[in-house]
């Protein structure tokens, strides 16, 4: 049989873990793991429809632009992790993706809520002008759909 001693112990530790649970912040976004994920023509849909926010970022292996945007979409998802799901897709492989979405030009990045483009983001931004498009995707901003 437990003391008080070991009971106000057990309850101390409980409220303790109660009370770190308390300040961790919500997720928004399950699927967002804080890193870029990659995308096929198999999984694109099947993924793009779990998620409530999505950022792709439609690059090409041979493109310098493209390789610029790679560490800066690395920030972004380690920086929006539980908030937005990142991922890319290489459209030389994945033709029906590409194509789906008429994608001529790379880099190009198209938000997604709740399983729907919400638009594209043609070119290289810099960071900043990514993070505002994600700030108001994630309710910073009066109006989400501005940015396009």
């Known amino acids: 049989m437990l003391n008080d001693d070991e009971l106000e112990e057990i309850r101390r530790r409980k ?9 961790q912040p919500k ?9 870029v994920n990659l995308l096929t023509d198999d999984n694109f849909w099947q993924t793009i ?7 792709v970022d439609f690059f090409g292996e041979w493109c310098s632009p493209c390789k ?18 990142f991922a890319k ?4 492989r994945n033709r ?3 194509t789906q979405f008429g994608v001529q030009s790379v880099p190009m990045v198209i938000a ?31 109006d989400e759909s501005s940015y396009v």
């Not at 997720?27 to 890193?35: H, K, L, S, T």
């Not at 429809?49 to 950022?55: G, M, V």
């Not at 897709?89 to 030389?92: A, F, L, T």
């Not at 997604?112 to 901003?141: C, H």
């Open 112 to 142: 997604f809520k709740d399983g729907k483009p919400l638009g594209q983001i043609p070119g290289l931004r810099s960071y900043a002008d990514y993070d505002g498009i994600l700030e108001q995707m994630v309710g910073k901003g009066p």
């Open 27 to 35: 997720v928004m976004e399950p699927m967002a793991n804080g890193r």
């Open 89 to 92: 897709i290489d459209i030389d």
């Open 49 to 55: 429809q779990k998620t409530k926010l999505a950022f």
């Open 15 to 23: 409220m303790q873990i109660l009370m770190e649970r308390a300040q």
């Open 68 to 85: 610029v945007l790679a560490p800066i979409f690395s920030e972004l998802a380690r920086d929006y992790e539980g908030k937005v799901f």
């Open 96 to 98: 029906r993706a590409t």
